[in-house]
């Protein structure tokens, strides 16, 4: 395999958004006491026009912190029943919290279903469970394909692929595909049921889609120097499946269940701290108030989630002063082509198996 860019010139993005300097104040996500993030500047103004989500079912991925915790917090404190697919970790007081902000809502208490991305059969089992707890609530309204990991070690998943594109692609494939069951019963209904897929500007820009990535290779791939890359890979993967899953609706001539995908820009969670601590001297990270408040980061995601004017197979992401913009999926800012979805469909399903709609 030809690797051919260095991780810095992907990083360039982050490295500019990390010099940005500004004030602080505090936020519920669990992070380091001493180091103190910027206050949320235009997430209060804006959950202030999303709609309620009463009567309605929202399954999110990796919401133990960061951007999915938002997101998950978000839709309880719209009345919405949350189903948190998160590891088993000892301490649980993401889940505690997000039950107390239930109650102050007086919403349903979110419900948590054991979900590891590094496993296939985990993924399964929490599938089987999400398809259980919505059966008798008509179905799935939307399927938050959040959770992420950035510059990880080249080391294989228990099933044999790269951790970095088993979490942030193969298993996310899977769970679409295992309850797509569940989208299609709630489409049923009035309603649009909606498969939200979390990228990044990190999958933007060459090089293109390699799909030797997402073979069964984890440990092979690259070593320590091609880390960024491989996250590259899976954000590029998570754009090239929205735009494949949306054709493939468009073809089937399914019109209620809609692909969307997002970005949060940089933004103040664990994954800025661990990404900007592997580029200093002493591995101290960046502050947090070098950057926005992850609340904003949400945004484009709360978004996809919520707004009943966004249109199938669109990708948003931040703009400026608290804006969302919209970004076309197509050469030259975002490289998926048809060669792009084609190849992702079939190593996805070269993984995890068949997935016709
Ligand atoms: N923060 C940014 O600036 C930024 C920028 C661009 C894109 N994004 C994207 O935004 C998404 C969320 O990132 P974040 O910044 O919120 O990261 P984060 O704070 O590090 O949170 C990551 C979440 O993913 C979960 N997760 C990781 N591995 C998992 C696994 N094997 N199974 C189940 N859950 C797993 C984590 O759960 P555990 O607690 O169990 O580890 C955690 O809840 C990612 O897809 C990321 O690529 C973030």
Known sequence: MEWKAGPMGFFLPWILLCGMTSQASAFSTPIAAEDTPRPAQYYDDYFKTLPSMEGMTVAITGCSRGLGYVAASTVVRKGGRVLLLNRKTNAMEWYDELCQVADAASGPKPIHVECDLLSFD????????????????GGLDVLCCNAGIMLQPDQASKDGYDITASTNMLSHFLLVKNLFGQLLVQA??????????????????????????????????????????????????????????????????????????????????????????????????????????????????????????????????????????????????????????????????????????
Not at 122 to 137: G, I
Not at 286 to 309: E, R, Y
Request: glycine content about 8%.
């Open 188 to 357: 049923s209904s009035s309603e649009t049921a909606r498969v939200v897929i979390m990228s990044s500007a990190s999958g933007y820009g060459e090089p293109a889609f390699n799909p030797t990535f997402f073979e069964k290779k984890g440990g092979q791939l690259g070593g320590q120097k091609a880390s960024y890359e491989r996250y590259h890979q899976s954000k590029l993967a998570n754009l090239a499946f929205c735009c494949s899953l949306q054709e493939k609706l468009d073809n089937a001539k399914i019109s209620n269940v809609i692909a969307l995908a997002c970005t949060p820009g940089v933004c103040g969670t664990d994954m800025f701290r661990h990404a900007t601590s592997l580029f200093s001297k002493d591995g101290t990270p960046l502050p947090l108030s070098n950057v926005p408040n992850v609340k904003d980061g949400c945004m484009a995601q709360l978004k996809c989630i919520f707004d009943p004017t966004v249109q199938p197979g669109e990708l948003w992401g931040p703009g400026k002063e608290g804006s969302l913009v919209r970004t076309d999926m197509s050469p030259p800012t975002v490289l998926i082509d048809e060669e792009a979805k084609k190849a992702l469909w079939q190593v996805c399903e070269d993984a995890v198996g068949k997935f016709e709609i």
């Open 122 to 137: 985990s993924v399964n089992s929490a599938s089987q469970k999400v398809s259980e707890l919505t059966a008798d609530s």
